[in-house]
């Protein structure tokens, strides 16, 4: 198989962990300038959720691989 057995662990951390440190870091640091139709500041609720999301889906993948 392609990349081995463990392609959807490996493919599961590396979005989950995308997903959570993209939005972390769109919280920290929002954009200088803000296009037109474009948010000045990410909405915090949204934000935390898919953060939630994003690192639950990491420990699971990383559970899966040390297993």
Known sequence: ???GDDLLPW???AI?????AGTLLALIRPPETANEGDLATAPLFRS????????????????????
């Open 16 to 20: 989950g962990g995308a997903l959570a």
């Open 11 to 13: 493919l599961t951390l």
């Open 1 to 3: 198989m392609f990349l």
């Open 48 to 67: 935390i959720v898919q953060i939630a999301i994003g690192t639950f889906a990491s420990v699971w993948a990383i559970a899966s691989l040390v297993n």
